[in-house]
């Protein structure tokens, strides 16, 4: 066999003076840990990524999984990072891994990469949040945490995961949803159509409300929409909209004052008058027509 160097190829040779970082240790002659490379590293020797952005497994699926697993072995290797002598920790691939532990597999086939933490998690983001068995919410706290933890603008993470800002913002937009509705687009009782339509309600109680809803007349999406729709004309309605009379006076005011003038009204029917001014000598016209 050649040697590591030869097998690595250059930029990894300083890599292998270093036991913490020997990506081709091999306490066991049969495993050759090449990076690039596919190898089989025993299941014992790697541990759960604690950056994953999967939180739930489905358990039935798993099941599945794992009897596939059983019959076929596993098609796609997982991805690992090197952490210590033998030791390695998951990139990407942790529903195969726990897959496999089910099916009681020995060996696993890994390709093993080098990365520091914050690479680690950009890279566990990038190449998790393509697959569909992300849900709406682990895809939101993933680009969340790319954000804050790894200092990324949106547009940076536009460009790390292939979407639009539109998109990530859709995502992100979510977290803000109260707790149970959350949950609720985790477990699939709702959709990230629904959900977007709650966002346009103001409050928290509004939300539950319009949310109750959607559970107790089975809403679909087109119908909350609708609903969402309806609400944003009342607010309209209900709050700014002045009427005919309202309306012409503010006008004959701005005439007379020869001044822009605004009339600002709230809910219970209180409002404000506004008079703009250029300078002090326009105020003072403004004033005499009230000392007249």
Do not use: W
């Not at 005011?253 to 326009?282: A, D, T, W, Y």
Request: charged share 25%; with cysteine; glycine share 4%.
């Amino acid at each position: 066999m050649g040697s590591k160097k030869s097998a690595l190829g250059k930029g990894l040779g300083a890599l292998l003076e270093n036991a913490k970082t020997d990506i081709t240790s091999n306490s066991n002659s049969s495993i050759q840990n090449q990076a690039g490379l596919i190898s089989r590293i025993n299941i014992s020797n790697v541990t759960p990524n604690p950056f994953q952005p999967r939180i739930d497994f489905e358990k039935n699926s798993l099941i599945e999984l794992s009897n596939s697993i059983k019959e076929h072995g596993i098609i796609q290797p997982i991805t690992v990072r090197k952490i210590g002598k033998d030791n390695f920790q998951i990139i990407s691939g942790e529903r195969r891994y726990q897959a496999s532990k089910i099916a009681n597999i020995n060996e696993i086939p890994c390709y093993i990469r080098i990365a520091n933490d914050e690479e680690m998690l950009e890279m566990a983001i990038v190449e998790n949040i393509q697959r569909k068995d992300l849900n709406s919410i682990e895809i939101g706290l993933s680009y969340q945490r790319l954000i804050e933890e790894c200092n990324l603008t949106h547009e940076q993470l536009s460009n790390k995961v292939s979407k639009n800002r539109s998109t990530i913002t859709n995502f992100l937009r979510l977290l803000k949803l109260p707790i149970v509705i959350q949950k609720a687009l985790r477990d699939s009782t709702i959709t990230m159509g629904h959900a977007r339509a709650l966002l346009s309600f103001n409050s928290e109680k509004e939300i539950l409300q319009a949310y109750n809803k959607i559970l107790s007349e089975n809403l679909s999406v087109r119908l909350t929409e609708k609903m969402s729709t309806i609400y944003k004309e009342n607010k309209k309605t209900k709050k700014g909209i002045l009427n005919r009379y309202e309306k012409r006076m503010e006008n004959n005011i701005s005439f007379q004052f020869k001044s822009k003038v605004k009339i600002k009204k709230k809910l219970n029917g209180s409002g404000q008058v506004l008079i703009s001014f250029k300078n002090q000598e326009h105020l003072a016209k403004i004033l005499d027509n009230f000392d007249q």
